[in-house]
């Protein structure tokens, strides 16, 4: 075994159950409940290591004036430092962005489970690409919450994807 450090290696062993995975999904729709009792966007997400949640968040950029204050990056936040994520489960109610994929990526998160990847064109792919088992659920409750924020709100969710939006709103 060489010195030194050695990259992540992504054990998908640990997939929940369906009963599991419709628990935190739960979990991280209520975190994007929250956000938008806070006027925020609805996103939510939770983390979650042998059947707990470690960190939980929702999308807080409008809430903060952070840009890159989404609802993945802002539970990776809540949980913490962890020295490995090989036995984490990263919940979120929308597929991850270019950014949250990316620390999904990063940190060696292994399983993704998203509420939907309707609203957006999202980084499913290139997680795959580096190894993250990656599960949808294609839930009408994710879609809808965000479709009507988005539809309500267009250039506020123009602006979280980092998309160029011409209508105030
Ligand atoms: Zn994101």
Request: proline residues 5%; hydrophobic residues 35%.
């Amino acid at each position: 075994m060489p010195q030194g450090n050695q990259p992540q290696t992504r054990d998908s062993t640990h997939l929940p159950s369906t009963e599991e995975m419709a628990s935190f999904m739960n979990e991280a729709i209520q975190e994007a409940r929250n956000g938008l009792e806070e006027g925020g966007i609805p996103i939510g997400s939770v983390l979650v290591r042998k059947g707990k949640i470690i960190g939980r968040g929702h999308n807080r950029r409008i809430q903060f004036g952070d840009p890159t204050a989404h609802a993945e990056i802002d539970c990776l936040r809540a949980a913490g430092r962890l020295q490995s994520y090989k036995d984490t489960i990263l919940f979120s109610t929308l597929m991850p962005c270019a950014m949250c994929a990316g620390a999904t990526v990063q940190f060696g998160v292994p399983i993704i489970v998203a509420g939907e990847n309707r609203t957006f064109e999202s980084s499913r792919e290139f997680m795959e690409k580096n190894g993250v088992t990656v599960i949808d659920l294609d839930l009408d409750e994710c879609y809808e919450l965000l479709k009507q924020f988005a539809d309500e709100h267009p250039s506020l969710w123009a602006e979280d994807i980092g998309l160029e939006h011409i209508v105030n709103d």
